[in-house]
């Protein structure tokens, strides 16, 4: 086998393994160190909703989420303890606030990873 084609197996199976690891990695697994928010709009008020909060690194971090639909998954960010939570009218954390929470989001729960926060 020439030094090429030995080159070129070893930089495909190389490209290979990190593909696999990156796919396989996905959004961050907090487990005992916070939880994702499913926001629950069953009043049917908020547009998008602005939170702010401990992440699962205990660091403060705020984001804002669009909630189109009555169960809203906000994916890829985590959170622990009180955090603070607006409901806008508008999407983008524009318009009226609506509504506004300060719940509790446990840093681990048992067989889950979503913590379902409702504005009712």
């Given at each position: ?7 070129r ?32 709009d069953?009043?049917h ?15 403060i ?17 985590w ?7 607006d ?6 954390c ?7 929470a300060?719940?509790?989001v446990?840093?681990n ?12």
């Amino acid at each position: 086998m020439s030094t090429r084609n030995l080159l070129r197996k070893v930089t495909t199976t190389t490209t290979i393994g990190i593909a696999g690891v990156a796919l396989a990695s996905g959004t961050a697994f907090a487990g005992s160190s916070g939880q994702q928010i499913e926001f629950q709009d069953n009043r049917h008020i908020a547009n998008s909703i602005h939170v702010r909060g401990h992440n699962q690194n205990d660091v403060i971090v705020e984001h804002c989420f669009n909630t189109p639909n009555t169960a809203n998954k906000l994916r890829g960010w985590w959170w622990q303890g009180q955090i603070y939570i607006d409901a806008y009218s508008g999407k983008g954390c524009t318009g009226k606030v609506n509504w506004s929470a300060s719940p509790a989001v446990p840093a681990n729960q048992d067989g889950n990873d979503w913590t379902v926060i409702g504005d009712d």
